[in-house]
């Protein structure tokens, strides 16, 4: 059973910065590609960053060129370092597979005040 346990979120200014983690249990993570996806209040969720099982990364246009996202083949865990960020990224933010999907964990709150 695929477990995710997403942490790291808080209350941030504009122009701030956070890491957010990913924990990935009952998968084989190494052959497995991961995304990450966030989902503003009355909104849908939306995929902003996948990184494949050769590390390569893709992001969402909004969030080129701030986020960045990493994995750890040791630890089983996927990070998204958020840089620059604006209060349209306040969101609840989770990790899940992009060519596959596990039940969704909690999330992790992202709130960023201008």
């Known amino acids: 059973q695929v477990q995710l346990v997403e942490t790291g979120g808080g209350l941030v200014q504009a122009g701030g910065s956070l890491r957010l983690s990913c924990a990935a249990s009952g998968i084989i993570f190494s052959i497995n590609d991961m995304g990450w996806y966030r989902q503003a209040p009355g909104k849908q969720r939306e995929l902003v960053a996948t990184?494949?099982?050769?590390?390569?990364?893709n992001y969402a246009d909004s969030v080129k060129g701030r986020f960045t996202i990493s994995r750890d083949y040791v630890k089983n865990a996927v990070y998204l370092q958020m840089n620059n960020l604006k209060s349209e990224d306040t969101a609840v933010y989770y990790c899940?597979?992009?060519?596959?999907?596990?039940?969704w964990g909690q999330g992790t709150q992202v709130t960023v005040s201008s």
């Open positions: 899940n597979g992009v060519s596959w999907r596990g039940a």
């Open positions: 990184i494949a099982s050769s590390s390569s990364a």
